[in-house]
């Protein structure tokens, strides 16, 4: 069974613009969240879908926001942005009735 | 709230030595427990997990025991290997199962 895969793994982005991350999950797996991962915050929640509905949401402000797709599929859009957003996205799935979650190889942004 | 604190890093260790990672957690109720390995350049993999007290997860000669007297859940290996060097992390997950809390992570570097 294949992993959770992220698109893309790398990019370069200057502050202002805007980004788009897409994540796949685990075939079956109905739940995803994201992280973000940064050598001084570590690795910090930033939402979870289940269904198509966020159940939770991290403490980020409203320039990240996300979406599923009926097929479970994810993405994260990170508007406006600013230098601090340059970071390691972290996509994670789950069956959603387990406390598993398995994570994705990561997109590496970074905003010049 | 939540919060895990596991032991700062870098751990050096010479092949075959016995590993220790300390880890607590501050949690309402008894949250299942993870330790996830990040190797350089990549996601995160689940290494074991816990799901009530006195648990032991286990895999690849890791172990750790959910010990909820002392809120710890300290990571074991008795023999490391050069291919163990990563960065290990302890997380609990929120009591809706919906977003991990994770500890600053350990650097593990073992030499040959």
């Known amino acids: 069974k294949a992993g959770v895969t992220q698109t893309p793994r790398y990019l370069i982005k200057t502050r202002g613009q805007q980004v788009t991350l897409s994540c796949s999950p685990i075939?079956?797996?109905?739940?995803v969240s994201w992280y973000q991962q940064t050598p001084g915050q570590g690795l910090q929640f930033l939402f979870e879908?289940?269904?198509?509905?966020?159940?939770n949401k991290g403490n980020f402000p409203g320039r990240f926001s996300g979406r599923q797709f009926s097929n479970s599929r994810s993405e994260m859009n990170v508007s406006t942005l600013e230098l601090g957003d340059s970071a390691l996205y972290l996509c994670a799935s789950s069956l959603g009735d387990d406390v598993a979650w398995f994570f994705g190889p990561g997109t590496r942004l970074t905003v010049l | 709230g939540n919060s895990v604190t596991q032991m700062e890093g870098p751990v050096t260790l010479s092949e075959e030595a016995f590993l220790t990672i300390n880890c607590t957690y501050t949690?309402?109720?008894?949250?299942?427990l993870f330790w996830y390995v990040q190797y350089p350049g990549e996601g995160l993999q689940l290494l074991l997990k816990a799901t009530k007290a006195d648990d032991k997860g286990s895999n690849k000669g890791f172990e750790a025991t959910y010990r909820k007297e002392t809120t710890s859940f300290h990571l074991e290996k008795g023999s490391v290997q050069v291919s163990d060097s990563a960065v290990y992390f302890c997380a609990l997950i929120n009591q809706a199962g919906t977003a991990l809390i994770f500890g600053k992570g350990t650097t593990l570097s073992v030499s040959s």
């Open positions: 879908y289940f269904s198509e509905t966020q159940r």
């Open positions: 075939s079956g797996h109905r739940s």
């Open positions: 949690a309402t109720g008894y949250p299942s």
